[in-house]
């Protein structure tokens, strides 16, 4: 071996020998240590559209790129991708009309290696809602934001029934929206379906029907037609079957407390009762419709809704 090779293997053993004692007396508090918290680094989304010197929409690229490469690292680490939300305002300042972000932005928000806090199903629900506002045009969007409200956060992240009850609703009125929309694509419109239900079930009976109606005079799928034919046909059964039930207990309520011992002959030649205070003159012209201003039985019944049809004339 020549003087240099010696001096060679010799530095090279030299340099291990001082790389081992800096980082032996580490090694154990190194092994110990885990990055647990992260800190978003770029400048708010006003600035940094001034820093992509006009290529706002490669700058939305790169960043949607760090986003989806981050994100798979953090699933592999197990840890919540703690800055996404920010990342995903700075990509939708850059490039509004960017639509892939809002298509996985729920996903990238909520379904996560561990548990989310609140704070990022309002996050996922305000970034949907940009989207269709941006494109407002777009089924797929409007689709995907009422399933998030309606069926995703509303029973499995919000504790509040209140709350609850009003996000499935206002994700009905999303999923008729999508429904609309999705004319050339019968298979959104067959998803969208779900949210006639929420609305039957809660009560919004004028919205539910509008639902299968709109969504009846603009798709070109038969099948479907023929399910919406039907389903309507039932609910409008239903509803007038509701109604003369209604007004059959309003008016039986209405002759145990205004014509007590009297026969049904008599309560119907006598007519509903009234309140003059409320009918009488033309300063309460506006009370035209109330029950409790009907002149006979056939207004009356014409007049009655389901709200007052608990309500006896008289009592308010």
Known sequence: MSRGDVALILGLVFGLVMVAGAQLPVREVSLQLREDSEVY??????QLELASLGHRAALADLLWAKVLVTQGLRVEQKRRFETVGAYLDAIIHLDPKFREPYRLSDTLLTFQAVEVPLSEVYKARSVLERAVEELPNDPELWLQLGQFVAFIAAPSYLKDPAEQERW???GARYLARAAELGANDPNIQWQALGGFGILRRSGQREAAISFLERTLATTQDEELRQKLHAQ??????DRMVERWEARKAAFARIWREHFPGRSESFVLVAGPPQRPALCAGGAHSENAAEPACSPDWASWAGRLTPETAGVLPGSR
Do not use: D, M, Q, T
Request: charged letters at 35%; aromatic letters at 6%.
């Open 41 to 46: 680094l770029l400048p708010p989304p006003e």
């Open 168 to 170: 499935r609703i206002e």
């Open 232 to 237: 309507l046909n039932a609910y409008k059964e």
